[in-house]
C-alpha cells in the first residue's frame, strides 16, 4: 500500500490543481527545510506521482489522471466519509450505477449493510468490492478494459447503460471548474459518466475539495444535470455558485 504523509499528500493535491510548484514555494509554504521538502519530493516522484522539474515539481500529465494505484489513498479519510453521508440515503431494494473514480468505490464499500439493491457499474474494483455482499445484486457494462484505471470504457458501455433508468446515479470526477462545471481527464470516461447523469432519477457526484481547479480536459456536464453534491468542503463562492444551479450540497462533517 503506497503510504503518504500528510504533507506529502497536499503537496500532491496542490500541484494537479495549479500544475507547477517551485521547492522555494513548497519550502514557504510548509515552513520546513528544503532539505525536508525534497525528500518529499524524491518519495513522491519514486512512485510516479510527480515529476521534478526546473527546482521544482510538475504534474505527470495534464492530459491523463493518475492510475488507479497511484491514487486511491489520496484523502482516504475524506473519501470515506463522503461515501458513508451518501448511504444513509440509499434505501434497500434500489437501483444504482457506480461510474468510475476512487471515491465511487468507497461509496461501494459503505453498501455493505443494504439489502437487495441492484448496482450496476463499469467498474472492477467496485464489482470485485461488491462480491463480498450476495444480498447486492450486481452487472458489470461490457466494453474496452483500462488497465491502469480497472474499468472498462467504450461504445459497448454506453449501450449497456442507457438500457436501463436507474435511482441514483453516482459519479466522480477528474476536475471541476466554475465556469465548465464537471470535468474527467478521458473523453470515453466523460461520456461513461454523462450516460450516467442522464439515465438515473437522482445524479450524484462525489469527490473531495481538491478537485476543484484541477486541469482535466474533457467537459462532462454543466452542474445543473447534478441533483446533489456530496464533498468535505466548499469555499462561499463555490456554495452560491452550487446553489445557483438548484444542486443540493451535502458537507460532511
Excluded at 457494462?141 to 474499468?151: C, I, P
Excluded at 463562492?237 to 460532511?252: K, P, R, S, Y
Aim: hydrophobic share 40%; net charge negative.
Amino acid at each position: 500500500m503506497m503510504s503518504l504523509s500528510e504533507r506529502q499528500n497536499q503537496i500532491l493535491n496542490w500541484v494537479q490543481q495549479v500544475d507547477y510548484l517551485s521547492i522555494e514555494t513548497l519550502v514557504e509554504r510548509f515552513d520546513v527545510s528544503s532539505q525536508t521538502i525534497r525528500k518529499d519530493v524524491n518519495h513522491l516522484a519514486e512512485l510516479h506521482l510527480i515529476r521534478r522539474q526546473h527546482g521544482g515539481i510538475a504534474l505527470m500529465s495534464t492530459a491523463e489522471n493518475l492510475p488507479f494505484d497511484n491514487r486511491q489513498y489520496l484523502n482516504g479519510g475524506a473519501k470515506q466519509r463522503i461515501a458513508e453521508a451518501l448511504v444513509v440515503q440509499i434505501p434497500d431494494g434500489a437501483s444504482l450505477v457506480l461510474g468510475v473514480g476512487t471515491t465511487v468505490e468507497y461509496v461501494a464499500k459503505a453498501l455493505g449493510n443494504h439489502k437487495d439493491l441492484q448496482v450496476f457499474t463499469n467498474n472492477l474494483t467496485v464489482a470485485g468490492i461488491l462480491c463480498a455482499f450476495p444480498s447486492i445484486q450486481v452487472r458489470v457494462a461490457g466494453g474496452r478494459m483500462r488497465h491502469s484505471h480497472r474499468d472498462l470504457v467504450g461504445v459497448e458501455t454506453v449501450e449497456f447503460l442507457r438500457q436501463f433508468y436507474f435511482d441514483f446515479g453516482i459519479i466522480g470526477c477528474g476536475g471541476l471548474d466554475e465556469n465548465m462545471g464537471i470535468l474527467d481527464f478521458d473523453p470515453e470516461e466523460a461520456a461513461i459518466s454523462r450516460v450516467i447523469i442522464e439515465q438515473s432519477r437522482s445524479a450524484v457526484l462525489v469527490c473531495d475539495q481538491y478537485k476543484w481547479g484541477r486541469k482535466a480536459m474533457a467537459r462532462v456536464k454543466p452542474f445543473s444535470h447534478i441533483n446533489q453534491f456530496v464533498t468535505d468542503s466548499v469555499t462561499a463562492q463555490q456554495a452560491e455558485l452550487l446553489g445557483q444551479h438548484n444542486v443540493q450540497l451535502n458537507l460532511i462533517d
